[in-house]
């Protein structure tokens, strides 16, 4: 999974980010919500594979409509913490 953290933050524990990098993990960077640039691993650069996942790879494709997504996303994120566990729905 990408973690998106803040410039600051990022700035913050960069030392740390290069070793989980290294590891491969990926990071997205963000200013003011929106993401600005992405820290994954120099191979994975290299090749031109660096590309987001998941939902955030549609963060392109929504042109204007994408600017509120992060916010979007991070209310829904809230939203299924607070869920509680619901029935299957009975289908038949």
């Known amino acids: 999974m990408t973690e998106m953290l803040s410039v600051a933050d990022a700035k913050r524990r960069f030392s740390e980010l290069i070793d989980r990098v290294q590891r491969g993990e990926r990071f997205v960077v963000a200013r003011r919500g929106r993401p600005v640039l992405a820290l994954v691993p120099a191979d994975e650069a290299e090749r031109g594979t660096a590309e987001p ?37 009975d289908i038949e």
């Open 53 to 89: 996942r998941g939902l955030l790879s549609l963060v392109g494709a929504l042109g204007d409509e994408g600017d509120d997504f992060y916010e979007v996303m991070m209310d829904v994120y809230r939203s299924r913490q607070k869920a509680r566990s619901r029935p299957v729905p």
